[in-house]
């Protein structure tokens, strides 16, 4: 059976809160992301999530497995050396307690389509290798290259983002950081030229952000309250949540963004996972060509 479909079928027949067991020889960061991803088709459910990282001996499992027995629940796992997946299976079974291992269906298809055994050691996939250092390297990167600065070194950059004020640069580009790529950004300010650098960039993929007025005036006020709680709002001038220029500044943004030819995304509806995906999609089509 599907994993999801085990998952909303258990959730489904429950009315009582929940257990929900994290057990993984790693952090527990792939479970976690599946359990959340799971949880999100549902409304008004109540869950208690328990996470049982880095347990790779046979003792250090019953430990775990005594526990969840006080609070029995159904049980994810990630487990990849033989003796302590055994050992699991055996004693969820003498406790009729359901368990799922999240990650067999994908690793039984890659080995399928590889033609080969997969390796049984535990947090492969944070290994300290050569991918491990350039994500270090590119989130450095790209927290000193935040809000325009460092413009010199533009050109080192795997995207360019380009926006108006709270539209989702900074936030967008840490994530895109966190996958690995190298992301500056840029703001937009009205009466102010682009930067010269622009016009000598050969590498970066530029893409232009933009949102709807009605989306931003919203932002942009929440932001002005904030501020003014500690007493920074004079900062702010009236024309950065006035409707009409609010609507003006982008309009001219979108406008930019067609004249130089550059991508633009609408963030209004996008969570910054989904945008920045959206910016790998264009890395990724740029490449291809």
């Not at 258990?10 to 952090?27: E, N």
Request: charged share 25%; net charge neutral; glycine share 6%.
């Amino acid at each position: 059976m599907p994993l999801p479909l085990i998952i909303l079928q258990v959730i489904h027949s429950r009315v009582q809160p929940i257990h929900l067991h994290l057990v993984s020889d790693s952090t527990g960061e792939t479970l976690e992301s599946l359990v959340k991803a799971g949880l999100a088709q549902f409304e008004n459910v109540d869950t208690v999530k328990h996470f049982w990282p880095m347990v790779r001996s046979e003792g250090h499992l019953d430990r775990v497995v005594d526990e969840i027995a006080r609070r029995p629940g159904l049980i994810l796992y990630t487990l990849v050396a033989p003796a302590v997946r055994a050992r699991l299976e055996a004693r969820c079974a003498a406790l009729g307690l359901p368990l799922i291992a999240v990650l067999d269906p994908v690793i039984e298809g890659l080995q399928r389509a590889l033609g080969r055994r997969a390796h049984a050691r535990p947090g492969r996939q944070h290994v300290l290798d050569e991918a491990y250092f350039d994500r270090i390297r590119a989130i450095t990167y790209t927290i000193e290259h935040d809000d325009g600065v460092g413009a010199h070194e533009w050109n080192e950059a795997d995207a360019i983002l380009v926006g108006v004020s709270r539209s989702s640069k900074t936030p967008t580009s840490i994530y895109l950081a966190n996958r690995g790529y190298k992301i500056a950004n840029m703001p937009l300010v009205p009466n102010r030229p682009l930067p010269p650098e622009f016009d000598t960039l050969d590498h970066p993929l530029i893409v232009g952000l933009t949102v709807s007025p009605d989306r931003l005036v919203a932002i942009r006020r929440n932001r002005v309250m904030g501020m003014a709680r500690e007493s920074m709002a004079p900062m702010f001038d009236a024309h950065y949540v006035d409707p009409v220029g609010v609507a003006s500044e982008l309009s001219r943004a979108r406008r930019l963004f067609a004249d130089r030819g550059w991508p633009i995304i609408d963030v209004t509806r996008r969570s910054i996972e989904e945008t920045a995906a959206a910016v790998i999609h264009l890395l990724t089509l740029r490449a291809a060509r």
